[in-house]
């Protein structure tokens, strides 16, 4: 599979969140597509708008494709006044719906981008023309509840505490972490074919790790009222689009079984679900699949 070049210095900071500089892609098809709406790509926690390298040249054939680095990852800023969670990406994307599309807009979003994208779409109503989850980082109010037995949240507030009080202990994992040998180690573990896990997406892992202020942006995983959002299941109750699951099926970050249980239970009736071989991150591993089954979909709303 040839590599589409999306790495480079060239950056685009056309737009502002809270006045800081974003990058941000815009790739629109030559001719202009009929149904009027727009494509929005939202990557996970450590990757950023090179992780959509084969998506973006072929969903923009057909359909105006947007695709930004959320604050703290890629190209974008890393500021140390910023209060990384949930919360903090679901306005910066829904924002940029509102801001620079400006119509309704089919957004993407994988493992944290995912929560992100379906949290932006609930709050955007009429701006959402669609919510695409792949791998969707997030929680049910049922797990929560069962998650919090006396021994579980006794460890998990001592591990939480324990690591958030120790700053050298953070930034050891955060310098082991961003080693090229141990992202290359951590993307063998979550792609179940390795084909894909090249220079090219390592270089797009590490580069943004060096920038200062990345390490805050690490620490935020460490602060229990840091990422987490509104249950899955609340969101569904507020969303008015249409929504497609892809899933990786063999991702080990996720217990996708008992988590597509919760899906079937709660999901809104428009919900179409796809279980593809992949592991966490399907977009990159079987892009063919995941980009054919996106204008599949769209095509048929």
Same mark, same amino acid.
């Given at each position: 599979m040839e590599k589409p070049v999306l790495i480079s210095d060239e950056v685009n900071y056309a737009w502002n969140f809270l006045n800081?500089?974003?990058?941000?892609?815009?790739?629109?098809?030559?001719?202009?597509?009929?149904?009027?709406?727009?494509?929005?790509?939202?990557?996970?926690?450590?990757?950023?708008?090179?992780?959509?390298?084969?998506n973006i040249p072929v969903l923009s054939d057909k359909y105006e494709v947007h695709a930004i680095d959320l604050l703290g990852f890629g190209k974008s800023p890393?500021?140390?006044?910023?209060?990384?969670?949930?919360?903090?990406?679901?306005?910066?994307?829904?924002?940029?719906?509102?801001?620079?599309?400006?119509?309704?807009?089919?957004?993407? %979003?994988?493992?944290?981008?995912?929560?992100?994208?379906?949290?932006?779409?609930?709050?955007?109503?009429?701006?959402?023309? %669609?919510?695409?989850?792949?791998?969707?980082?997030?929680?049910?109010?049922e797990e929560k509840v069962s998650n919090n037995s006396l021994l579980?949240?006794?460890?998990?507030?001592?591990?939480?505490?324990?690591?958030?009080?120790?700053?050298?202990?953070?930034?050891?994992?955060?310098e082991s972490m961003r080693r090229r040998v141990n992202i290359k180690k951590a993307l063998n573990?979550?792609?179940?074919?390795?084909?894909?896990?090249?220079?090219?997406?390592?270089?797009?892992?590490?580069?943004?790790?060096?920038?200062?202020?990345?390490?805050?942006v690490f620490k935020s995983v460490f602060n229990p009222a840091g990422v987490q959002g509104e249950p899955f299941d609340k969101l569904f109750k507020k969303l008015k689009s249409p929504l497609l699951l892809l899933w990786g099926g063999k991702d080990p970050w996720?217990?996708?079984?008992?988590?597509?249980?919760?899906?079937?239970?709660?999901?809104p009736e428009n919900t179409k679900e796809v279980i593809l071989d992949a592991g966490h991150c399907p977009h990159d591993e079987v892009p063919e699949l995941v980009n054919q089954h996106i204008l599949d979909w769209i095509d048929s709303l």
């Open positions: 800081y500089p974003i990058h941000t892609i815009t790739v629109k098809p030559k001719e202009e597509n009929p149904k009027s709406c727009a494509i929005l790509l939202i990557h996970g926690f450590g990757a950023s708008t090179d992780h959509w390298r084969f890393k500021p140390t006044d910023v209060q990384y969670s949930s919360h903090l990406w679901k306005d910066q994307v829904a924002t940029y719906v509102k801001e620079v599309i400006k119509k309704p807009t089919f957004i993407v %979003g994988n493992s944290l981008g995912g929560y992100a994208s379906l949290a932006a779409s609930a709050e955007l109503k009429e701006l959402s023309a %669609g919510v695409v989850l792949l791998n969707a980082a997030g929680m049910f109010s579980q949240k006794s460890l998990k507030t001592f591990f939480e505490t324990f690591l958030r009080g120790n700053i050298f202990l953070q930034r050891t994992i955060f573990n979550v792609y179940k074919n390795q084909t894909n896990v090249d220079d090219y997406l390592i270089d797009s892992i590490r580069k943004p790790s060096l920038d200062p202020g990345a390490f805050n996720m217990n996708t079984g008992s988590k597509r249980l919760l899906y079937k239970k709660y999901a």
